[in-house]
T-cell receptor, first 110, second 113 residues
Framework: KNQVEQSPQSLIILEGKNCTLQ??????????LRWYKQDTGRGPVSLTI?????NTKSNGRYTATLDADTKQSSLHITASQLSDSASYIC?????????FGAGTTVTVRA | DVKVTQSSRYLVKRTGEKVFLECVQD?????MFWYRQDPGLGLRLIYF???????EKGDIPEGYSVSREKKERFSLILESASTNQTSMYLC????????????FGPGTRLTVT
């Protein structure tokens, strides 16, 4: 069964600090991996998408990494802001299906 | 900008009621999807549609039905709501050949009491 596991389930950080979210997957065959940001009360919005050949991709203060050999991805948030408070969802695609992680809820405190 | 709207942000219904959740997209997308989102679980696909009047079951279709009479509108129907259908429901749409590039609506939080 294709699975996507995210950790931690939730975390609290102080404004200005960095944090890293993890995503491990067993989806096969692998097509791409996408990180979404979901603000409270809103639908998920795509942050980055990574294919097999990409190791790192940045979108502003968000940097995603991918190790296709170990089937692991991470999302690093640099210099966090209050607006980064949200759930971050890892989604892995194979040829015919999207598999969604349960998400990591990030709370940024002033 | 792709816009996907859902008719209600919050909905409270009683057990046994028939419930309609509406979704409208304005980008002429062929595909439309309904998911439910529960704490500790990833999004789970209920149904999707690739054309008017066409529908396909997703991973958890039991207790739900759908209707797509117009290309821009996709409805999720709970024939007889039950408490275990309390959840966040997300609608999404995509182009036919880019089914994986999905744009999500804001969600409807349904509570069944």
């Amino acid at each position: 069964k294709n699975q996507v596991e995210q950790s931690p389930q939730s975390l609290i950080i102080l404004e200005g600090k960095n944090c890293t979210l993890q995503c491990n997957y067993t989806v096969s065959p692998f097509s791409n991996l996408r990180w979404y940001k979901q603000d409270t009360g809103r639908g998920p919005v795509s942050l980055t998408i990574m294919t097999f050949s990409e190791n790192t991709k940045s979108n502003g203060r968000y940097t995603a990494t991918l190790d296709a050999d170990t089937k692991q991805s991470s999302l690093h948030i640099t210099a966090s802001q209050l607006s980064d408070s949200a759930s971050y969802i890892c989604v892995v695609r194979n040829d015919y299906k999207l598999s969604f992680g349960a998400g990591t809820t990030v709370t940024v405190r002033a | 900008d792709v816009k996907v709207t859902q008719s209600s942000r919050y909905l409270v219904k009683r057990t046994g009621e028939k419930v309609f959740l509406e979704c409208v997209q304005d980008m002429d997308h062929e595909n439309m999807f309904w998911y439910r989102q529960d704490p500790g679980l990833g999004l789970r696909l209920i149904y999707f549609s690739y054309d008017v009047k066409m529908k396909e079951k997703g991973d958890i279709p039991e207790g739900y039905s759908v209707s797509r009479e117009k290309k821009e509108r996709f409805s999720l129907i709970l024939e007889s709501a039950s408490t275990n259908q309390t959840s966040m429901y997300l609608c999404a749409s995509s182009l036919l050949t880019a089914w994986y590039e999905q744009y999500f609506g804001p969600g409807t939080r349904l509570t069944v009491t």
